[in-house]
């Protein structure tokens, strides 16, 4: 049996260990290592306010599993919700793990009158390896036009609220 030859060290792996030497945060990190071919259609941007909304205005998540029917939010969500979750979230949800994959997404959609006044979102995106209670999570909330949250961490009401079970990793949807 040969032993295969490692990957060649590249101009591009280099710059990135040089990048995160050099910048010694992990947030710079992390998002030096994220692949640049994201599928938009499983994948918001993240930390970008502008962009976020940008990207739920297309609606892309309503490809994603979703709840069967919109119901009264148990949480702090007024109104008629219904969460959609993207295959990396769906995935950890459904198969009991105790902590969803990088890049699990759940949207959560809030309506007014009917299904079809769509009043605002709220979006928990797993940004990190860890979640470090709420650190690992890029949180957003958007209602009738008002910004209400756009950050990434722990000391957001978002993962205040997501710490506490029932949950699967900060995420407080149930799938089956």
């Known amino acids: 049996m040969s032993a295969q030859a490692p990957p060649p060290v590249t101009h591009s792996r280099v710059a990135t260990a040089v990048a995160c030497a050099l910048a010694l945060s992990t947030s710079a990190c992390e998002e030096a290592a994220t692949p640049a071919s994201v599928d938009p259609r499983q994948q918001p941007p993240s930390e970008d306010a502008a962009a976020v909304q940008d990207w739920l205005?297309?609606?892309l998540y309503e490809t994603w599993d979703a709840e069967p029917l919109a119901h009264i939010s148990k949480g702090p969500h007024f109104g008629y919700v219904r969460t959609y979750v993207n295959a990396v979230a769906y995935e950890g949800l459904t198969t009991g793990a105790a902590q969803l994959g990088r890049g699990a997404v759940a949207v959560k959609v809030v309506y007014g009158a009917s299904l079809a006044d769509v009043q605002g979102h709220a979006l928990a995106h797993k940004i990190a390896d860890e979640s470090a209670l709420g650190d690992g999570w890029y949180w957003f909330?958007?209602?009738?036009?008002?910004e209400i949250m756009s950050k990434r961490g722990s000391d957001t009401f978002c993962?205040?609220?997501h710490i506490e079970p029932p949950n699967v990793d900060l995420i407080k949807t149930v799938f089956e």
Do not use: I, S, T, Y
Not at 141 to 146: L, T
């Open 141 to 146: 909330e958007r209602f009738d036009g008002n």
């Open 159 to 161: 993962a205040e609220c």
């Open 57 to 59: 205005d297309q609606r």
